[in-house]
Each structure stands twice: as C-alpha cells, then as structure tokens.
C-alpha cells in the first residue's frame, strides 16, 4: 500500500460529480429523440472548453454550453431554438445533488477535512447550482475557474485554489469523476481521487497517473481518503 497522507484540503468537482447532470436528459429526448445525446453534447463542452485554453483563449463555461448545444443540433441537422438554451440553462442551475453526496460529505466534514469546489462554471449570482441542490454549507469556499480564465485540467486553475487557502498543491486532493480532470489535478501537484460514476472510467495508457483514490461510489471514495488508504494501481 502506498503510504501517503491524507491531505487535509478535499477539493471537489462540481458538475456530475455532486449534481446529477442526468436531470438534463429531457432536453436531449425532445431536442434529438435520444436523451444519450447528452453524452455527445458534454463531450464537445468539454473538449472545446480545453481547446479554448490551449488556444489562449476563454469564453464563459455556460456560453460555451449554449453554443456546444447549438454544434451539436446542427451536425444533427436539427433545430435550436431561444427556448432550447434557456431550458438548458434552467436545468442547470437546478441538478439535484446525488444521493451519496450529502452523506459523504458530511462524514469527510465530521473527520475534520476541508472541503470547497472548483468548477469550470462561471460565479453565478444567488442562489448558486450548490445553493439549489442544498450542498452550499458543506464547503468553506467555492472556486471558479473563471478567477484564471483557464479551464481545467490546466495547473493554474488547481495552484489557484491552492494560493488562495495559503496552501500547497500537494495539500490538495480533487474529487472528481471525470479522469481528465484528476489528471490534471495530480500533474499539477495535488492527489486525486477518481469517482467512476456511470459513464466514466479509467484510462489504461501509458503515462497516466493511476489515482490515488478510486472508486465507484462517494461515501466508498471518502472512506478511503479518511482511512489514508491511497489504491495501488495495478501490474501492467
């Protein structure tokens, strides 16, 4: 077993990782016929948010979104309308927590962590996604990536968070259950752990930093990090 502390800062991602973005799929029913489109839509954000970094440029996660969502109906050579993008951003700022997330929490809170959020979502003005689902007392501060400018998995968005708690990187640990993201967060010096929800897996390829806390559940994942039980990655 690997033998390293663990870090008193849980640095949590936010969307699909505490919210339940499946809440979204009516959108994608209606819009496409197929509430799976979700996953196309998400993937584009995503790899257009961090196309947007590598290129030096930024534009706010939720226009991205809206425009992400207007891509990908036209490749489907299907309408977009006004009313479609204020319904998306409607349910976004209203997903519901997960059911393990708030019993997690509340364990990591009473073994004496540190818990805050960073998201690549812009600061919205009350009452916030967390606020909505019921989550905003749990964490100490809540971080944006717009502060950088820069999405993640860039490292400035993780040493952000860091110098902003008068921390070290290393003191960190990312939760989240999207792996680009805990591989960003270790390149940058921080520990992470890597929630598999549906839909996300671990990427066997050379190279990549095997998390030092996996598994398929929050609660499984904060008793790991509370029991300072880092996972061993596997035999190639």
Same mark, same amino acid.
């Given at each position: 077993?690997?033998?390293?502390?663990?870090?008193?800062?849980?640095?949590?991602?936010?969307?699909?990782?505490?919210?339940?973005?499946?809440?979204?799929?009516?959108?994608?029913?209606?819009?496409?016929?197929? /509430?799976?489109?979700?996953?196309? %839509?998400? *993937?584009?954000?995503?790899?257009?948010?961090?196309?947007?970094?590598?290129?030096?440029?930024?534009? /706010?996660?939720?226009?991205?979104?809206?425009? *992400?969502?207007?891509?990908?109906?036209?490749?489907?050579?299907?309408?977009?309308?006004?009313?479609?993008?204020?319904?998306?951003?409607?349910?976004?700022?209203?997903?519901?927590?997960?059911?393990?997330?708030?019993?997690?929490?509340?364990?990591?809170?009473?073994? &004496?962590?540190?818990?805050?959020?960073?998201?690549?979502?812009?600061?919205?003005?009350?009452?916030?996604?967390?606020?909505?689902?019921?989550?905003?007392?749990?964490?100490?501060?809540?971080?944006?990536?717009?502060?950088?400018?820069?999405?993640?998995?860039?490292?400035?968005?993780?040493?952000? $968070?860091?110098?902003?708690?008068?921390?070290?990187?290393?003191?960190?640990?990312?939760?989240?259950?999207?792996? %680009?993201?805990?591989?960003?967060?270790?390149?940058? &010096?921080?520990?992470?752990?890597?929630?598999?929800? /549906?839909?996300?897996?671990?990427?066997?390829? /050379? &190279?990549?930093?095997?998390?030092?806390?996996?598994?398929?559940?929050?609660?499984?994942?904060?008793?790991?990090?509370?029991?300072?039980?880092? $996972?061993?990655?596997?035999?190639?």
């Amino acid at each position: 077993m690997i033998n390293k502390k663990a870090p008193p800062v849980i640095v949590f991602d936010v969307n699909e990782t505490l919210l339940d973005i499946t809440t979204l799929e009516p959108l994608f029913e209606r819009m496409f016929g197929n /509430p799976v489109m979700l996953r196309e %839509w998400f *993937a584009q954000l995503v790899l257009y948010s961090q196309t947007m970094t590598l290129s030096g440029l930024y534009t /706010p996660f939720n226009k991205l979104g809206a425009a *992400a969502l207007k891509m990908t109906a036209s490749i489907h050579q299907i309408g977009c309308t006004d009313n479609d993008i204020e319904e998306l951003g409607e349910r976004m700022r209203r997903m519901p927590a997960h059911p393990d997330v708030v019993p997690a929490l509340t364990r990591l809170k009473t073994a &004496g962590h540190r818990l805050v959020t960073l998201t690549n979502s812009p600061v919205s003005a009350s009452p916030t996604p967390l606020d909505e689902a019921g989550l905003r007392d749990y964490f100490e501060r809540t971080f944006s990536v717009e502060a950088t400018g820069k999405f993640k998995p860039a490292p400035e968005t993780y040493q952000h $968070v860091a110098q902003a708690l008068s921390v070290n990187t290393s003191d960190l640990c990312l939760v989240a259950c999207h792996l %680009w993201d805990t591989i960003g967060a270790q390149a940058a &010096g921080c520990q992470g752990a890597f929630l598999t929800r /549906p839909h996300n897996a671990f990427l066997p390829a /050379p &190279g990549v930093p095997y998390p030092d806390f996996m598994a398929s559940t929050l609660g499984e994942l904060a008793e790991q990090i509370i029991r300072r039980a880092p $996972v061993e990655a596997p035999n190639p």
